[in-house]
């Protein structure tokens, strides 16, 4: 059994390693993973609009590529991530364009004649639009650059699917009748690649698209321009905003307002060793993510000394900074929303958004230090919810597509930020909870698999073969809202949900995304900090704990794993993951108390 003093020294360290993880303003950033799928975007991107000078930066790239090819000749999107077709593609297109004799040409070269079957500009479109299917928010930037370095031959335009671009003049409240193919934050992608895919493959002259597009494109060209942050980064992501710049750039408008802006984003996020990270910092929610990973204490009232006051004063004010006040101009969101940064390419989502509502409870040293606020958080969530009762990531309604459409751990995430406030609202915004509550439960019991596991939007595993989805991290999220919901109405969902995490620890102590998947820190953790502290479930929580605590080396050290999904399904990992949920963990098994919900 691992002793509670060994629980106790394993969370003192890990406690020490996060509190030095925050910057001099007093909160936390966390640091992607470097990127070759953004590296090589990246310098295809700069190459478009002018090479010559900046050719230093693209040469970095060039070597950064080239150090960082897998053993097999393909490329993942971190360091740490399986050859997948798609950042392979762009990579090697890349060098070919930029650095032709470049030794690793050849062996991606194999690698990709092994997956899609040759190197025919056919067949590669094929494979891209197979893997993507109906939704086209990646296929077509993956084709277009493509296209841009000649790898799909000389009529390589004509591969790229066309993007009705004109559709974006339309009011945005309209987009969700609309069915548009790519998702709710891709608005830049479809304007910027729907106009060069239009202006270098034009449809025939008697066709109306080609005039009716062409009349729009001033309007459109004037809301892309609006809606690009002052940082020029489209939601901080260098992938997004390379692919908007290098459309544009190769459509003749390399003196579009936006792609200067897109140049100046690009040569300022490149890291010293020549990478691209897919996003500048994920800074709201690894804040968010350390308070209540310092903070929360199963059945008890928060520890404060972790915090002195007027350190909870600073960060509390910082997140209340980075509330949106006014509407959204990427997706038109209302105020009351939080974004993933604090940068000004941040869009409100509803990850962030409860994460921050949890955060400013436990930071609050009254509830009226930030009750207005709070309201105005649970007021954005309750008008996000979708008719099926679940939570989407950006807009309501928008359901065509599956990064729109209502999931499972950004519903329990909003059910415990309700919970949580539950008591501090107003009578008339507690009946919307009340409602909202059941609807949501509703949904969970919907969405749960036949084996009692619940699957995430916005985390994977690459060990997972099939579907490369992450139930661990899905029904962790589930199983810890159940346990703190008003509503427990629903036991059995909660029971099977716990049975699942079970029955799904390997035989070393860990989690991975299932029984036979590697264990990591990150999956062990939150398995460990859904399961009780109570005797029903002793032997798999010492086990994990044994585990746990042998892997960070007793709190002080802390590899990431490829477990987050970003945009489009790309893989990243985030050095701050493990410390928080250890830290989480940790502090949940090592304060057991009477009042533990699931002993009463």
């Known amino acids: 059994m691992v002793s509670r003093s060994e629980i106790q020294n394993a969370l003192e360290q890990t406690q020490i390693s996060l509190l030095a993880q925050r910057n001099e303003q007093g909160h936390w950033e966390g640091e992607l993973s470097t990127s070759a799928l953004s590296t090589a975007n990246a310098i295809v991107a700069l190459s478009c609009v002018d090479k010559k000078h900046h050719s230093d930066l693209i040469q ?18 971190t360091t740490k991530s399986f050859s997948n077709v798609s950042t392979t593609l762009l990579c090697w297109s890349a060098l070919k364009k930029l650095s032709p004799s470049n030794p690793a040409i050849p062996e991606a070269e194999h690698w990709i004649i092994d997956y899609v079957g040759s190197l025919s500009p056919e067949q590669i479109a094929e494979t891209v639009k197979a893997r993507y299917g109906k939704d086209r928010t990646f296929s077509v930037p993956i084709l277009m650059l493509c296209s841009i370095c000649g790898t799909l031959g000389k009529n390589g335009w004509k591969r790229v699917l066309s993007l009705p671009f004109e559709l974006a003049a339309f009011p945005r409240e309209w987009f969700a009748t609309m069915r548009l193919p790519v998702v709710s934050y891709a608005l830049p992608a479809l304007i910027a690649i729907g106009f060069a895919r239009f202006t270098i493959a034009p449809p025939a002259l008697i066709n109306p698209l080609r005039w009716i597009r062409q009349a729009i494109w001033p309007r459109v060209s004037k809301l892309l321009t609006a809606i690009q942050p002052e940082s020029g980064g489209f939601l901080e992501a260098a992938p997004l905003t390379g692919f908007v710049t290098m459309a544009l750039a190769s459509a003749g408008e390399k003196d579009h307002p936006v792609v200067k802006k897109g140049v100046e984003f690009l040569v300022n996020s490149i890291r010293e060793d020549g990478s691209w990270p897919i996003d500048t910092n994920l800074a709201t929610w690894a804040t968010t993510l350390s308070v209540k990973a310092l903070l929360t204490q199963q059945g008890t009232v928060p520890d404060l000394t972790l915090l002195p006051q007027h350190q909870r004063d600073q960060i509390r004010q910082w997140l209340l900074n980075q509330q949106y006040r006014v509407v959204h101009p990427f997706t038109n969101s209302p105020p009351g929303g939080w974004a993933w940064t604090d940068l000004s390419g941040g869009v409100p989502d509803a990850d962030d958004t409860p994460g921050a509502l949890l955060a400013l409870k436990l930071l609050a040293d009254k509830n009226e230090d930030c009750r207005s606020e709070a309201e105005a958080g649970i007021v954005w969530l309750l008008d996000l919810q979708n008719r099926d009762g679940g939570i989407p990531t950006f807009c309501r309604g928008w359901g065509a597509l599956p990064f729109d459409r209502s999931s499972p751990d950004l519903t329990a995430h909003t059910l415990r930020a309700w919970s949580a406030w539950y008591d501090d609202c107003d009578p008339p915004i507690q009946h919307r909870i009340d409602q909202a509550t059941r609807a949501a439960i509703a949904y969970l019991a919907k969405t749960q698999n036949s084996d009692g596991s619940w699957m995430p939007l916005w985390f994977g595993n690459q060990h997972r073969n099939r579907d490369e989805a992450n139930p661990t991290y899905g029904t962790a999220m589930v199983t810890i809202a159940l346990r703190e919901s008003m509503y427990v ?50 032997d798999q929580v010492d086990q994990g704990l044994q585990w746990l605590i042998q892997k960070t080396e007793e709190g002080t050290k802390f590899p990431a794993s490829p477990i987050g999904f970003y945009f489009a399904k790309l893989w990243y990992f985030e050095k701050i993951y493990p410390l928080v949920w250890t830290a989480d963990a940790l502090r949940h098994h090592a304060h057991v108390t009477a009042t533990d919900p699931i002993e009463e």
């Open 60 to 77: 970095k790239g060039i070597d950064w590529l080239q150090s960082n090819q897998n053993e097999d000749g393909g490329w993942g999107d």
């Open 489 to 538: 109405s629903e036991p059995a969902l909660l029971e099977s949900g716990l049975r699942w995490l079970k029955e799904n620890q390997n035989s070393d102590g860990g989690w991975g995304s299932g029984k036979g998947t590697p264990s990591t820190i990150e999956e062990t953790a939150l398995a460990l900090r859904a399961l009780p502290a109570n005797k029903e479930h002793t």
